[in-house]
Every structure is written in structure tokens, then in C-alpha cells.
């Protein structure tokens, strides 16, 4: 079986720019969250959806949305990049909304995004 | 505080040893805890999860939790030197899919 997909796997823009980041989940997973990695940090989180629905938000601006699709997948915007928004995203899937949290999430292989 | 801490190392151990990784979280009420490898450029690998306290073992790695003591550890048994990487404790504080990851651990075993 297919593992949690992202694309593209590399991205090059420029300040001000505007970004789409895709991520499909492992089939019959129905929860994303998407994270962001710096160099030499543990990745944060930014949102988490299920079903559709935003079920969860990280400490960042409005600059940063995401959305989810019918088959699941979704897509992460960051609109005016900055050069502090250069970091690897990963996209994380789980089989369910974790009510304990102890649903087990399974990342993709991120996207590289580098602003200048 | 910062709510999972760990040391960032490096920790270097000699092939064959135990390497002994730890980890400090804030928030009493967590309910699960991750342990995910991460290779130099890669995304992380889940290598274990434990939910509740005493130890869990899959293989060489055994992972402990404490949760009186808010502390998760995880030790590598016969280190090898596919084993260096960075390794991530994370914790879910409940609610949402929603992980809290330490800045982790470097590990480097060396031959």
C-alpha cells in the first residue's frame, strides 16, 4: 500500500509569493495534520483536519490555511511568504479523529520550501 | 518550559552498546507518546508509541513512560550504526491529532 504522498517535493519562491502544498493520505486514513520543520527543530503543528473539518490549529498567522477534500486529501496555502516560512512540511495521516489522542500518525516525505 | 524537552546530543555509542534516549513533557494530562526516527533530509519513521506507564518493547528498542514523573525514555539495544539519526519524542496532549515534538536527540554510533 501507498504511503502518505506529497507534492511537489521541492519549491523555490520569493517573497510576497503565494504557495499550494498537496498531500494525499494512506488509503482509509481520513485525518491530515500538517506540520512545519525548521532546521534543527522538531516539526510544529499547524492544522489538523477530519472529515472536512478543521478539528485543530497551531500557533500561526492567517497567512497559513488548508482545506480538506471528499477523498480525503488535502491541500496546505501560505499566502505573502516570508523568509521565515522556508522549512520542510510534512503532512502526517491518522485512521480517525483521535478522541484520546492515541491514534498513531504516519508522515509523508514533506515538501522542501525554500523562499527568497 | 518548554513543553517536551530533550537533550539534543550528540550521543555517540559504540556499535553493539545500549543507547539511552529521554525525554521531559509539561503537560500532565497527556495521554500518548511517540518516538519517531528521523534521517538527515528524510521526514520522521514512527518507531514506537506507548500509552501507558512501565515498558513496551518491539525488537532492540524498548520504550518507557513515567507518567508521574512526566518522562518517556527510549533505549536502543545492540546499536548499529544504521541506527544514527535524529530521534523525536512526541506527545499528544489529547483532543485533536495533534503532536507536541521535542527539538530531538542526534544520535551517532560508531563502528
Known amino acids: 500500500d501507498a504511503g502518505v504522498t506529497q507534492s511537489p517535493t521541492h519549491l523555490i519562491k520569493t517573497r510576497g509569493q503565494h504557495v499550494t502544498l498537496r498531500c494525499s493520505p494512506i488509503s482509509g486514513h481520513k485525518s491530515v495534520s500538517w506540520y512545519q520543520q525548521v532546521l534543527g527543530q522538531g516539526p510544529q503543528f499547524i492544522f489538523q483536519y477530519y472529515e472536512k473539518e478543521e478539528r485543530g490549529r497551531g500557533n500561526f498567522p492567517d497567512r497559513f490555511s488548508a482545506r480538506q477534500f471528499p477523498n480525503y486529501s488535502s491541500e496546505l496555502n501560505v499566502n505573502a511568504l516570508l523568509l521565515g516560512d522556508s522549512a520542510l512540511y510534512l503532512c502526517?495521516?491518522?485512521?480517525?479523529?483521535?478522541?484520546?489522542?492515541?491514534?498513531?500518525?504516519?508522515f509523508g516525505p514533506g515538501t522542501r520550501l525554500l523562499v527568497l | 518550559q518548554k513543553e517536551v524537552e530533550q537533550n539534543s546530543g550528540p550521543l555517540s555509542v559504540p556499535e553493539g552498546a545500549i543507547a539511552s534516549l529521554n525525554c521531559t513533557y509539561s503537560?500532565?494530562?497527556?495521554?500518548?507518546f511517540f518516538w519517531y526516527r528521523q534521517y538527515s533530509g528524510k521526514s520522521p519513521e514512527l518507531i514506537m508509541f506507548?500509552?501507558?506507564?512501565g515498558d513496551k518493547e518491539d525488537g532492540r528498542f524498548t520504550a518507557q513512560l513515567n507518567k508521574a514523573s512526566q518522562y518517556v525514555s527510549l533505549l536502543i539495544r545492540d546499536s548499529q550504526p544504521s541506527d544514527s539519526a535524529t530521534y523525536l519524542c512526541?506527545?499528544?496532549?489529547?483532543?485533536?491529532?495533534?503532536?507536541?515534538f521535542g527539538t530531538g536527540t542526534r544520535l551517532q554510533v560508531f563502528p
Open positions: 502526517a495521516s491518522s485512521p480517525t479523529d483521535a478522541v484520546l489522542g492515541q491514534e498513531t500518525q504516519y
Open positions: 512526541a506527545v499528544n496532549p489529547g483532543g485533536p491529532d495533534k503532536l507536541i
Open positions: 503537560d500532565r494530562g497527556s495521554q500518548s
Open positions: 506507548i500509552y501507558s506507564n
